[in-house]
Structures are given as C-alpha cells and as structure tokens.
C-alpha cells in the first residue's frame, strides 16, 4: 500500500511555463508535507514544505497548494528555468504515523524542453 | 556550515563480502537515517538511529545493520552482501524539533557483483 502518491514519473515542460506536480496521500494522520528537490549525483535537499492548517504556501517561484478534505497537494514551479530539473519528492508525516520517520513518494522527475 | 558526509562515494564489492558505508554529521543532530534509492521506488527506510546505541528497524532492515558509537557517525553494515543490495545509500540526519526536515548526505553508489 502506497501511502503517498506522486501521479506522474516525469513531467516535461517548455521553458517559462508554470509546471504542476500532484501528489496525493492515504493516511489523515499526516498533517506536514514537504517537498525535496534532488539534482542528478546529490542527496534530496529540502525545498519548501506546508501544513496540513494551511492551504497553500509560496517560496519565490516554487508553490504548494494543499487540499485536505480531497488528500492531496500539488507543487507549482512558475516560469520554470533549465536549474529546475530535477527529481520531485512529495513526502508525508505526522504525530502517530512512525516516531520520526517521513514517507516519501516515488519521485517525479522534472525537465524542460529548451 | 551544516553538512552530512558520506564514504565511499562509490563501492563495488562481490557477492559475500562485508560492506561497511560510513555517515558523518557535524550539527549534532540526535536522530540519523540510513536511505536506499532504486530507479522508480524513491527512499526507502533501512534503519533510524535516536542517538548513541539506540536505534530502531524501518521499512526494509532484512541484510542490513547500523552502528551508533557516537552521535555524529552512523555506519551501515552489509553483512554478506547479495547482488539485490545494489543500489544508492543515502545517510540523514535532522534536529529532534522538526524531524521531517532532513539534511541528506550526497550518496554511496554500492554496486555488487
């Protein structure tokens, strides 16, 4: 059973256009959901995050919209540039789900057609 | 400057030898993570480590052991590896105040032969 859902592999888009990853979740206990950005040859680095209180949250270009009644988020990447290809982790965690642990999705990879 | 290291970068071992990948910290986090990444799966949880001899099995712990002596090293023992174990390890390491924020190490390329 997947706890945390990204929908799409990998996603393409045209150079300045807003892309969109989706990401969905089983377990209503999850009440945090960050977002980790992975360049080829490196480990995930955190990128922005939210909580479950909140419905969306923006840092520069990179936004997450987040719907709990529906269980899922999606992150928006606006005027999206060649520096922002990369792997898309949606992770999930919460009090009572696993003492410290996060789940992670299985990562949308992210390019642009130049 | 905060940072977690890992060696060997890159590992190739035969089928039956002991691996030994090593994670250092240098931001005294309490609680550190061993990671494996395979194409199309995302992370997977080997093992979390709450501090010094105190550690706890993730999702998929089978082959694998840890080892705490001290808080800023967290080593992974692969005891008679098997081919199905290559893969890339990613160490972490978080503060106890918001442990889904994860400073990753850059990754152990482990391929077995």
């Known amino acids: 059973q997947q706890q945390v859902r990204q929908s799409s592999q990998s996603l393409t888009v045209w150079e300045g256009e807003t892309a969109i990853l989706n990401c969905s979740y089983e377990?209503?206990?999850?009440?945090?959901f960050p977002w980790y950005q992975q360049f080829p040859g490196e480990g995930p680095a955190l990128l922005i995050a939210i909580r479950s209180v909140s419905d969306k949250k923006e840092d520069g270009r990179f936004t997450i919209f987040f719907n709990k009644r529906e269980k899922n988020l999606s992150l928006h990447i606006k005027d999206s540039q060649p520096g922002d290809s990369a792997t898309y982790f949606c992770?999930?965690?919460?009090?009572?789900?696993?003492?410290?642990?996060?789940?992670f999705g299985k990562g949308t990879k992210f390019s642009l057609i130049p | 400057d905060m940072k977690v290291t890992q060696m060997p970068r890159y590992l190739i071992k035969r089928m039956g030898e002991n691996v030994l990948l090593e994670c250092g910290q240098d931001m005294s986090h309490e609680t550190m993570y061993w990671y494996r990444q395979d194409p199309g799966l995302g992370l997977q949880l080997i093992y979390i480590?709450?501090?010094?001899?105190?550690?706890s099995e993730g999702d998929i712990p089978k082959g694998y052991r840890v080892s705490r002596k001290k808080r800023e090293h967290f080593s992974l023992i692969l005891d008679s590896a098997k081919t199905n174990q290559t893969s890339v390890y990613f160490c972490?390491?978080?503060?106890?105040?918001?442990?889904?924020?994860?400073?990753f190490g850059p990754g152990t390329r482990l391929t077995v032969l």
């Open positions: 377990n209503s206990a999850f009440d945090y």
């Open positions: 992770a999930a965690s919460g009090a009572g789900t696993g003492s410290n642990r996060l789940t």
């Open positions: 972490a390491s978080t503060t106890g105040v918001n442990y889904a924020e994860q400073f």
């Open positions: 480590s709450y501090d010094v001899d105190s550690n």
